[in-house]
């Protein structure tokens, strides 16, 4: 016999549309929660918590996180799990474990270690990985970033044909100009893998081509590809030209804010892809931490090489919503559409990144302030994985959840 618990009394940001008041009803059956109704009036006799003063919201999903709380996915491609097991503490409810370009034999181990996790560390209140993204190896070495050159190589079919959905493989970052990447585009699209095009010298041409083959995105928009010529336009604008996807890191040190502006301008909703592209330093104070086993020295705003090259950066996710919505003054619910229905919809998640009949219960409770939102819980699957509200961690264990 399912459970159903109310919350009740609270506003709700629906992405996209708006905010206003529904009571929500979850269910839970069999250790998975799932949104079973909203209702104006629920019956009584359901254990029902007045969240009057709070917004509910979907989860945050983000597509790019290299690592969290001074742990590196690539090289600690075992700390996956423990790392979900904290990121409700940041208001992500899933997430995709990002291995930067490494060996292939790591990209393997990191396979694994996820696999292997599931269904046991799944069932607990974390947040949920769903797939690795894989970025590099196959990169363009002129637009490396901060990847080990050493290690870049080309797409081979042989390596990569036993990558997909069901393996643990959601997300492939590749340069679409490198010999053998149309057909590695082709047969990764054949896999259902979301392949997006980064680390790029393309020519506008050769970016079309990526799209003509199946890819679908474009990974941190703007970083570490060849810029935009009057006569030939390269990458960046066959990003805006066609129905890409695009990923956006607004800790405003990436992308500058009237970029962002332009892109929300140019762009659908569904196309708009917010990402932290967060390093093992997030969730930590600035020191000196690891990428890839290269040395980020990381202060309050940014985490750089030795030589001021960006690698990856150190923004929150709450924050990263906030800075899009303020930089390109759209409303709170276009800009949480974008790290929650938008990713859901590009993973072709439909159970994920919305609040509607039948989806995961992903929720975060948000206190307003005059700083903006503040977290206050964060509810994964149905279960309360974070909360600093007494009386809501009171309510769950009266409801026999667990925290």
């Known amino acids: 016999m399912a459970k159903e618990i109310c919350l009740t009394g609270a506003?709700?940001?629906?992405?996209?549309?708006?905010?206003?008041?529904?009571?929500?009803?979850?269910?839970y059956k069999d250790g998975q929660g799932k949104i079973l109704a909203l209702r104006e009036h629920p019956s009584c006799d359901q254990p029902s918590l007045n969240l009057q003063g709070y917004l509910v919201a979907p989860g945050?999903?983000?597509l790019q996180l290299n690592g969290a709380f001074g742990l590196d996915f690539t090289t600690e491609t075992s700390a996956i799990w423990q790392v979900a097991e904290r990121l409700p503490t940041l208001g992500l409810t899933s997430f995709l474990p990002t291995v930067i370009t490494s060996p292939l034999t790591t990209i393997e181990f990191a396979r694994q270690q996820l696999l292997a996790g599931y269904p046991s560390r799944a069932s607990l209140p974390c947040t949920e990985p769903l797939g690795l993204h894989i970025e590099g190896p196959f990169l363009n070495p002129a637009f490396k970033g901060a990847h080990r050159i050493e290690h870049l190589t080309l797409a081979v079919p042989s390596h990569i044909q036993h990558w997909c959905v069901e393996n643990g493989v959601a997300l492939v970052t590749l340069a679409p100009e490198l010999p053998g990447a149309e057909t590695a585009i082709e047969l990764l699209s054949r896999n259902g893998v979301i392949v997006s095009m980064?680390?790029?010298?393309?020519?506008?041409?050769?970016?079309?081509?990526g799209v003509r083959a199946g890819a679908r995105m474009a990974t941190h928009l703007f970083n570490a590809m060849r810029p935009i010529h009057h006569r030939e336009p390269g990458f960046m604008v066959a990003s805006l030209d066609t129905p890409l996807a695009v990923g956006l890191i607004p800790d405003g040190i990436h992308v500058h804010p009237a970029l962002l502006r332009l892109v929300h301008q140019a762009k659908q909703r569904a196309e708009i892809i917010i990402v932290t592209d967060a390093m093992s330093a997030l969730g930590y104070p600035p020191g000196v931490y690891k990428l890839a086993g290269k040395d980020v020295f990381v202060d309050v705003q940014s985490a750089r090489l030795a030589d001021g090259t960006l690698a990856g950066s150190v923004v929150l996710p709450l924050d990263a919503v906030q800075n899009y919505q303020k930089f390109t003054q759209c409303s709170l619910a276009d800009a949480w559409y974008g790290m929650s229905t938008a990713p859901a919809d590009l993973l072709r998640r439909p159970d994920k990144g919305r609040i509607v009949p039948g989806a995961d219960a992903d929720l975060l409770i948000l206190h307003q302030t005059a700083n903006g939102l503040r977290l206050v819980a964060t509810i994964t699957?149905?279960?309360?994985?974070?909360?600093?509200?007494?009386?809501i961690t009171q309510f769950w264990k009266q409801t026999h959840d667990t925290l």
Not at 11 to 27: A, K, Q, Y
Not at 201 to 207: L, P
Request: glycine share 10%; aromatic share 6%.
């Open 60 to 62: 945050l999903i983000d």
């Open 381 to 391: 699957r149905g279960r309360l994985a974070y909360c600093t509200d007494s009386k």
């Open 198 to 209: 980064g680390h790029s010298d393309a020519t506008y041409e050769q970016a079309m081509s």
């Open 11 to 27: 506003d709700v940001l629906f992405p996209g549309e708006g905010v206003r008041s529904v009571p929500i009803t979850l269910v």
